[in-house]
């Protein structure tokens, strides 16, 4: 992990310069002046502009080069043609940062990208760091830096941003929307970035700096690509992050030349990365809002059992529905704490999880504290959620103050939800606010944040027990079935006998050669689906042996005869490439691949663990175990087979797909019966 | 259709008597009388109580008998033990419709069940319908009806509801706090009513009867169980109906004795049910709201598809996402809208769908305009989402008022996404909502509720066209396989050839009889999952009958020699019961049946229609065209067994469970190879 922080600036500037300062009102190199000025950026500011004179009461410098002091950020905000020359600058002047505010580079056409292309290559001659182009700049931080043009911090209305939660945005427009919603519903946001065009900095870049520093609790981001999250996920690890990925649909629209291909999906493998990497993946900006909320109350949850204490049945068994839908746990209460709960609650409610405790407690002071006291002391419980639907005023205030005491003296996350209006208690929703309790409207809502927080504090290791299996060579491109079976054969994957003929006379020969059953298959180059074409012909005897070799000779290529493997449950193990790095696909084969298209994905590398959870969380988990009487299969040497496989390939190039389809698993073992390669050049 | 509205009372009475009523501060029998004075309920107040004097400066009424006027509507706010004879007061008073807002009836035990009931006898006496017990009333309406003691209303911060939208709960405290809520967020919700304990009117009554009112445009409903929705449905085909159905997860969690019970868990049931009857199905009370504003502004929409003008990327993106998970279809543009927007959308902009006009239209006014009335003219398009996310004042008060125009010129469903605070354009904000143009945070909020209106606007036909199949008799409890097989035999179902045999002397006279292989089961009552016991052999020659045969009459019953069918797609059919009426399940079937687990299920009648489309939702698509090669399969077969089987079993008593699992579908033709029963008294 890299604790070089390069990129603080961004949050954390002491000198900001503005090139391209102007006091003209509708000018962009106006509002970032304005905005620091009217938040009380306490450091120096150096207005850029090449009349000189004063620009807001400050002497405006006609260059770079003649700014007295050295500049940590400088906001580039002339038009795109200029912009070169600016950066040029920067750069000579030694400036750490360098936001390119201004568009008109790749987002617009080749030459734009070009263009974009010289100003890293200019930045990095002397160290600088480009943030853009076509982005809306940053703003937070103790020193309140206002980089930006965003016309959210020209209305009256939004305050300056204040909290430990920093946001990162691809998107400069849905990055400030979002920042400006979540100011108005009190989520304690501090720290807001957007990367634009990323030229030179990546939103996981700052999001991983922004992570190292000690005033930032949790990150949540909006992205629509992701690179490579091995730096990320390993700050992932001390604090939780949030991401919210767009791009599923056109993600799926993706044609897919292989079935690994077509099961793992980009966006199939993003989830399960961010998983892996213990990131919660969020769906929406409420959602990232709301998790944001969640994560500025609580780091830590022990489990994912909830106890739910609701004043209304209804709001309790939405909760329950989305405990399941989330995959959290509804709390099994200890008999002991039911009984209690009986003596507190009332007969027409409920003493167990959900504890109901109706709207008596508006006539009963102290009812709903000693419910959710006993609650919380239940070791099922990991976090609380109090629903409170109609009450108002003083019953909300009670309330409120009571889980403000309860996450105080238990330290269990507590989320609060109000189905009603928040003018209805406005002192309890204060009170909420201020002991950093987060509310929200519906109960799906508190649940989903709480499942956000319980993946934040999934520490999946990533150190790994290999038994240290070879590494398998790179398959040349447009290997043939036998090259890659012998391939995969010497790293001890097991591989039925088999023997490459093309004249009819040897496939008598060859057929009592792998033991008098065997399987016939066309070896033709680009033919991927074998099955589909006629292909494949199962157990083959010397009898039929010449007439099948025939027919599938005249298909224009040779004829693999293998040794025929009867029965089995058919597996696909498959290797493929992502933004991410490999991935590996698990999932039921043979002729039912589409249509169970039961598959699970992982990022590389993965250990047996993971190999087991994959089986799980597939078909295969029931396939294996032998459905309807029928024995069990070989789970064991499936999950070795995977383990070699996973760990053989690590040192491919990327890009590569791998298709093992099928895997058969027999009582005793599993062999591989078909594999396909195509290299990333011929992709 | 009933045009019977008596339970108009709830939201229209012009005369309303509080039995129990009071001025002491902190009693129930207090807050309807504060609630229709305060908000100027127009009709007649009788406060009734047994001490007379004067309330609120009206005459108390010492009973119901003594109140000169007839009462449209009765409160009963007294003590559980005194509900009886208020009833009977009211019923012997000629009261229309009584709402009992005391708690301890049904609620709390078998004794308080029985209560109930009596209240409703009592008043069926009379005519007099019941709302409750155990409910906290109704509010709305023309003469502002304020019959309830929801603390909501004591809020000085509560505004009257106002609007032609009409909310219906079964819970009150979440009715009422989903009503504040919706009013907070300006959602015109007009009138809301809480059904409670359901002891005579239930939740679907109400909301038939609001839907027939002409001035209620729609209605939103949160129920936690669903009885009979035929009248609705009808209802439904006029005004749209949005529905959040409570206890997903206690549904899943139930025991299922037979394939079709697993398959088509009660959940499942009330997706299908609700989407078959064109109600929209809502996940939470934020999509509850979110709906319902849509629904006050649209009640028609042409199509699922969905322009998008956005002036960020990022919500273009997240649209077009929602879109597809939504089941909503992206617009496909036509050349000449493109070409046209090619010329207002600057270049680094988007002229395809999703329409990115970028920031520009701050520099720019007018092209935000131009943009959303051509996009509009677009015949693929049946509904727009315009998103802007950073807007701030005049940028935000010009596009709201070019939506607005938008939608009074082209009649289209506009939705409006500020992914924002509400605080940087408050003007904005105040000329969509009197235009009446929804607006939603996020822009899967804004596609999620034009897919409920899509729903809303799907007319199912109700009406079939049947080829008048015979009616299959209902089988006898514990009916063998024979006896079931002969009934559906009868009824024009394809069911091979068999015989039944108990001594092993007639075996193989039974095995050439059946064309000289057979399958030999087990005919062993109470044994449902035969196969699985080991008690079916396929395939039984003459040489293998005796000793298969010994086998299976040693589990215990006899043996049922039956037509060898080979080959073939093997598909569930299932009939079971549900709250709403009987359920038809059909799904991939034989062994692979829960381990594709790929089922699609509707409330009968269905029509050939409506079954095309659930082999459609299904894996049996693909099987039955011909999975990688193969010769397609019969479907049109099976259409039509499955037609003659919904068909026949209409009159069967609700409840009961068929099981044909499989049928096998070949080439030409299909066979039902195994049927089992359950009828309701055993189930």
């Known amino acids: 992990m890299t604790s070089h922080l390069d990129l603080r600036p961004l949050w954390a ?39 000189g004179g004063e620009i807001f009461g400050m002497e405006a410098f006609a260059s770079m080069a003649s700014v007295p002091q050295h500049i940590d950020l400088a906001l580039i905000m002339v038009p795109a043609q200029l912009v070169k020359d600016a950066v040029r600058d920067c750069a000579d002047a030694g400036v750490n940062v360098a936001i390119v505010m201004s568009s008109g580079f790749a987002e617009v056409d080749k030459e734009g990208a070009a263009a974009q292309q010289e100003l890293v290559d200019i930045a990095r001659t002397k160290g600088m760091r480009i ?54 519903r009190g989520v304690p946001i501090g720290i807001a970035i957007t990367t634009g065009n990323e030229a030179d900095v990546t939103a996981t870049e700052v999001a991983v700096q922004l992570a190292q520093d000690p005033d930032v609790d949790a990150v949540v981001m909006y992205v629509e690509s992701l690179g ?134 508006m006539a009963e002071p102290g009812l709903f504290e000693r419910c959710v006291d006993r609650l919380a002391d239940d070791p099922a419980v990991n976090a609380i959620v109090a629903c409170f639907a109609v009450l108002v005023g003083k019953d909300v205030d009670r309330i409120a103050t009571a ?71 790179t398959p040349s491109p447009g290997a043939s079935e036998k090259e890659l079976k ?70 224009g290529g040779d004829v693999l005869v293998e040794r025929f493997v009867p029965g089995g449950i058919e597996v696909l193990v498959g290797i493929s490439g992502s933004s991410m790095g490999p991935v590996l696909t698990v999932g039921v084969g043979g002729v039912l691949t589409e249509i169970v298209a039961s598959a699970s994905v992982r990022l590389l590398p993965v250990d047996r663990v993971d190999i087991e959870q994959m089986i799980s969380e597939t078909a295969l988990d029931q396939l294996l175990a032998g459905a309807r009487g029928s024995q069990p299969s070989d789970r064991k040497a499936l999950v070795t087979l995977i383990e070699t496989l996973a760990h053989g390939v690590r040192n491919w190039p990327t890009g590569c797909e791998l298709d093992i389809n099928p895997v058969t698993v027999l009582e005793r073992g599993c062999w591989v019966l078909d594999a396909a390669y195509v290299s990333p050049q011929t992709d």
Chains 1, 2 share one sequence.
Do not use: W
Request: aromatic fraction near 4%; hydrophobic fraction near 45%.
């Open 403 to 473: 889980l403000h005491e309860l996450r105080d003296r238990t330290g269990l996350p507590v989320a609060a939800v109000r189905t009603g209006a928040a003018a209805l208690a406005p002192e309890g929703a204060e009170v909420l606010k201020r002991a950093g309790v987060p509310v929200y409207p519906t109960p799906e809502r508190a649940v989903a944040a709480l499942r956000a927080l319980v993946t934040a504090n999934t520490r999946v290791s990533r150190s790994f027990n290999v038994l240290s299996p070879s590494e398998i060579p």
């Open 131 to 184: 943030v853009g182009p076509n982005c809306i700049g940053s703003v937070g931080g103790a020193h309140k830096v206002l980089a930006t043009f965003s016309p959210v911090f020209s209305s009256e209305s939004t305050p300056l941003p204040d909290g430990r939660i920093a946001l990162v945005s691809q998107s400069g427009a849905l990055g400030f929307g979002a920042l400006s919603l979540g100011l108005e």
């Open 486 to 555: 012998e391939l995969l054969a010497k790293s001890g994957l097991p591989i039925p006998e088999s023997i490459l003929v093309s004249e009819a006379a040897q496939v008598l020969n060859a057929v009592d050669t792998v033991g008098g059953r065997a399987v016939l298959k066309a070896v033709v180059p680009g033919l991927l689906h074998k099955s589909d074409a006629g292909g494949v012909v199962l157990d083959v005897t010397t009898e039929r042996a010449v007439k099948t070799f025939t027919t599938l000779k005249a298909m």
């Open 13 to 51: 500037a002491t000198s900001i310069a503005v090139i391209g300062a102007t006091e003209r009102v509708g000018a962009m190199g106006r509002l970032p002046l304005e905005y620091l000025i009217k938040h009380g950026f306490d450091g120096f500011i150096a207005p850029v502009n090449p009349k």
């Open 228 to 361: 490579n999250l091995d730096s990320l996920a390993q700050v992932a690890a001390t604090k939780p992050i949030a991401i919210l990925k767009a791009g599923r649909s056109a993600a799926g629209a993706e044609a897919a030349a292989s079935h690994t291909g077509a099961l793992a999906s980009p966006d199939k493998v993003v989830s399960a990365a961010l998983k892996q990497y213990g990131i919660a993946r969020v769906d929406n900006i409420d959602e990232l809002l709301d998790v944001a909320s969640m994560f500025a109350s609580e780091r830590i949850i022990g489990g994912p059992g909830v106890g739910i204490v609701t004043t209304s049945g209804g709001s309790g068994i939405l909760a329950v529905d989305a405990i399941e839908k989330e995959g959290l746990v509804l709390a099994n209460l200890d008999q002991s704490t039911v009984s209690d709960l009986e003596q507190i609650v009332p007969s027409y409610g409920n003493a167990t999880n959900p504890v109901d405790v109706t709207a008596a407690v």
